[in-house]
C-alpha cells in the first residue's frame, strides 16, 4: 500500500502491517493516510472477514514521529479538519477506519504501543499483546492530549479514572496490568497467533451478525463518537500548534 503501511491477504483474512521498523513505526501523517486508504480498500472487498494488525521490528508502534510530523505545520493544519460526511480528521480516520469496518479488526501487540501507536491498537475490536509489551498514552509528555480517538476508546474499555489516570500521568504499563484493567483483551506469548484463532473462530458466524454487532455497540455506547471526536480537536490543535512553534524557535537558535 505504500507509505510504510504494508497489506497481505491470505484466505479470508487481511494483515496491515506498520512497515517502519527502523524508526520503532513512528506514525507520520503519510502512514495515517496510508491507514485509511488500506481500511478503506479492506471495506471494499467482501471476501475479508477478518483484519489482523500489527508492526514489523521491534514495536507496534511507538507514537507519532513528533520531530517529523511538526516539522511541517501546514501539513498538520490541513489534516486537522474532518471531513464533515465522515466527523473525523486524518489522525481520527487512520484509527476510527478500522471501527467503520464490517469486519473484527484484531490488533497484535509487541514492544513499544504508545500515544497514536496506543490509539491505534484501541480503535481495534481485541488486542492481543506479548507478555512484555508495554502502553502508554504519552501525550502529556509533549504537552498534548490524546486526539486520535484516544478519548472515545479509552474511556469505553477501561472507565473515566482509569482513562484520566493514564492520560495526566503519561504512565508507561506492562501488558499484565493492561490486561488488568481492559486495555488489553490478552496476553499471549504469541499474538498473531492468537488473533487468527480468534478470526477462525469468528468467522464460523454469518458475517451479518457480526457486523450488525460491531454497528449494535458502536452507537448504543454511551456518548456519539463525532461529539467526541470534535471535542478532541478543539483541545489538541491550540496544544499541537503551541507545541511546532515551540520546537521552531529551537531550530531557530
Not at 70 to 87: E, H, M, Q, Y
Not at 140 to 162: F, N
Not at 223 to 242: K, N
Request: with cysteine; charged share 25%; glycine share 8%.
Amino acid at each position: 500500500m505504500g507509505s510504510d503501511i504494508a497489506l497481505r491477504l491470505d484466505g479470508n483474512r487481511a494483515y496491515v502491517t506498520l512497515d517502519r521498523p527502523d524508526k520503532h513505526n513512528g506514525l507520520t501523517i503519510d502512514m495515517l493516510r496510508g491507514l485509511i486508504d488500506t481500511a478503506h480498500t479492506i471495506a471494499d472487498r467482501e471476501d475479508i472477514r477478518a483484519v489482523i494488525l500489527s508492526g514489523n521490528g521491534p514495536s507496534f508502534s511507538s507514537g507519532l514521529d513528533i520531530g517529523k510530523t511538526t516539522g511541517d505545520p501546514l501539513a498538520i493544519v490541513r489534516s486537522f479538519f474532518p471531513l464533515p460526511w465522515r466527523g473525523t480528521n486524518t489522525f481520527q480516520e487512520a484509527c476510527w477506519a478500522w471501527q467503520r469496518l464490517r469486519v473484527p479488526v484484531i490488533a497484535a501487540v509487541h514492544g513499544r504501543c504508545y500515544g497514536g501507536g496506543l490509539q491505534i491498537a484501541l480503535a481495534a475490536d481485541f488486542r492481543f499483546a506479548t507478555p512484555d509489551a508495554e502502553f502508554s498514552v504519552m501525550e502529556a509528555k509533549h504537552g498534548l492530549v490524546p486526539d486520535m480517538t484516544g478519548a472515545a476508546t479509552l474511556s469505553r474499555l477501561i472507565g473515566i479514572d482509569k482513562a484520566l489516570l493514564l492520560t495526566m500521568t503519561a504512565d508507561t504499563v506492562d501488558a499484565p496490568y493492561a490486561e488488568r484493567i481492559g486495555l488489553v483483551t490478552e496476553v499471549t506469548a504469541d499474538p498473531v497467533a492468537a488473533a487468527e484463532r480468534l478470526a477462525d473462530r469468528i468467522a464460523t458466524r454469518s458475517p451479518h451478525a457480526v457486523a450488525g454487532a460491531k454497528r449494535l455497540f458502536d452507537r448504543s455506547w454511551q456518548a456519539g463518537a463525532r461529539r467526541t471526536f470534535a471535542i478532541e480537536r478543539a483541545t489538541q490543535l491550540p496544544l499541537i500548534l503551541r507545541l511546532a512553534a515551540t520546537r521552531g524557535k529551537k531550530s531557530a537558535t
